[in-house]
């Protein structure tokens, strides 16, 4: 299962004749889902609408868009032995991303858009993976680099709060006991798959997995009361913004579609490498000396991270304390006072009922990529070109 899947979303002259264009950005997909499912479920679902995509916004403004399916996401879910994945961890992550990277440029340089280097977007899972990919990366020389920009969404490898550190610090010692016997992978997928079948077919049924629920309110209460329900931090994290009825029953969501969360856990992939989980609480361990992080202070690239109130909100912007760049900003998404009220985790590429996300969320994105163009860098990018 040792492949990765690249997509490419870009606006087209005629069939299969791509533009040329001279911004481009790699998106890295979340924990449990794949790029389509984190990043463009509404190609996939009727009743969204097509374009209601951060991909397609970014393409239909002549930006060249890559993403990532990681190798994880290839594993089936009917095989029981999964010794092949000991040593999948955060350097597998850190290889194949590097690779996927590497390919979309080469082949962005063979079809007439040049040797430029590209911004990287991470999301949830994806931004630890994207620091730690940058923090090996700034050991490289400058021109054996492939990453401009990096914008990191909703998550914090790094806090600086102990209630947060002791939970990592905790997580990994409890991963690596698991690993001790014998368990490589992480099953919340085929737990999310599982869920999302009995409330589709029984959604009034009593529920097997969480005992005085129905099968629907485990989906609804797992999407909108994340934190409260799973023990997700912050608190009020959540991954869609609920509605709800008294004494927070949640009954359905704000900016999608009811099908949605059904649709959404039944997309999950169905096992994870938890080595990578390890690595990345281990990251977020002040205990812990991992090689991961030990060249953050050479991360100078600029960044900007974007997140919802509803989601990690402001914790990732202590990242600005722990890297090396000088030009960090942020955009804390928001429009309920109320967190856990407040646009969630997957809402922020989803929403589209009462919510404008392309001005709320994807046109600053499309800004800053725009501003942070450097004229010195295109120059250099039509003059020289350095493989490795």
């Known amino acids: 299962y040792g492949v990765i899947g690249l997509h490419r979303v870009v606006r087209e002259h005629g069939?299969?004749?791509?533009?040329?264009?001279?911004?481009?950005?790699?998106?890295?997909?979340?924990?449990?889902?794949?790029?389509?499912?984190?990043?463009?479920?509404?190609?996939?679902?009727?009743?969204?609408?097509?374009?209601?995509?951060?991909?397609?916004?970014?393409?239909?403004?002549?930006?060249?868009?890559?993403?990532?399916?990681?190798?994880?996401?290839?594993?089936?879910?009917?095989?029981?032995?999964?010794?092949?994945?000991?040593?999948?961890?955060?350097?597998r992550e850190i290889d194949d991303l590097g690779a996927g990277i590497a390919i979309a440029r080469f082949v962005r340089l063979f079809t007439g858009n040049g040797w430029r280097k590209m911004?990287?977007?991470?999301?949830?899972?994806?931004?630890?993976?994207?620091?730690?990919?940058?923090?090996?990366?700034?050991?490289?020389?400058?021109?054996?680099?492939?990453?401009?920009?990096?914008?990191?969404?909703?998550?914090?490898?790094?806090?600086?709060?102990?209630?947060?550190?002791?939970?990592?610090?905790?997580?990994?010692?409890?991963?690596?006991a698991e690993r001790e016997n014998g368990v490589y992978v992480n099953s919340d997928g085929t737990l999310a798959q599982f869920i999302a079948y009995l409330a589709a077919t029984d959604p009034d049924g009593d529920s097997p997995?969480?005992?005085?629920?129905?099968?629907?309110?485990?989906?609804?209460?797992?999407?909108?009361?994340?934190?409260?329900?799973?023990?997700?931090?912050?608190?009020?994290?959540?991954?869609?913004?609920?509605?709800?009825?008294?004494?927070?029953?949640?009954?359905?969501?704000?900016?999608?579609?009811?099908?949605?969360?059904?649709?959404?856990?039944?997309?999950?992939?169905?096992?994870?490498?938890?080595?990578?989980?390890?690595?990345?609480?281990?990251?977020?361990?002040?205990?812990?000396?991992?090689?991961?992080?030990?060249?953050?202070?050479d991360i100078t690239v600029p960044i900007f991270y974007v997140a919802p109130a509803g989601g990690s909100g402001a914790l990732g912007e202590y990242m600005a304390t722990q890297v090396g760049s000088d030009d960090f900003q942020s955009l804390i998404v928001s429009n309920n006072p109320e967190p856990l009220f407040d646009i969630g985790h997957v809402d922020i590429f989803t929403g589209y009922i009462g919510i404008d996300l392309p001005a709320l969320m994807w046109q600053p994105i499309l800004d800053w990529m725009l501003e942070h163009r450097s004229a010195d860098h295109e120059q250099a990018a039509d003059s020289a070109v350095v493989m490795d």
């Open 15 to 91: 069939p299969d004749r791509p533009i040329r264009a001279r911004k481009s950005l790699f998106m890295l997909h979340g924990g449990g889902v794949d790029f389509v499912g984190s990043f463009m479920p509404s190609t996939q679902l009727d009743y969204m609408p097509v374009e209601n995509c951060l991909p397609i916004f970014l393409a239909q403004n002549d930006i060249d868009v890559w993403g990532i399916d990681m190798a994880w996401t290839f594993i089936p879910g009917d095989i029981t032995d999964f010794s092949f994945a000991i040593d999948w961890g955060m350097q």
């Open 119 to 176: 911004d990287l977007l991470g999301w949830s899972m994806g931004e630890a993976k994207g620091y730690a990919y940058l923090n090996e990366e700034s050991q490289r020389p400058p021109g054996h680099r492939h990453i401009k920009g990096f914008i990191p969404i909703d998550s914090a490898v790094r806090t600086g709060l102990d209630e947060v550190e002791e939970f990592t610090c905790a997580g990994y010692e409890a991963l690596m």
């Open 209 to 297: 997995v969480f005992p005085g629920f129905t099968n629907m309110q485990v989906v609804l209460s797992a999407l909108t009361l994340t934190g409260p329900v799973l023990g997700s931090y912050p608190p009020h994290f959540h991954l869609l913004a609920g509605v709800f009825e008294e004494d927070l029953v949640p009954i359905g969501y704000q900016y999608v579609d009811f099908e949605f969360g059904v649709d959404f856990y039944a997309s999950w992939k169905p096992y994870q490498p938890n080595l990578i989980f390890a690595d990345i609480n281990a990251m977020g361990c002040p205990d812990l000396d991992v090689p991961y992080e030990q060249h953050f202070d």
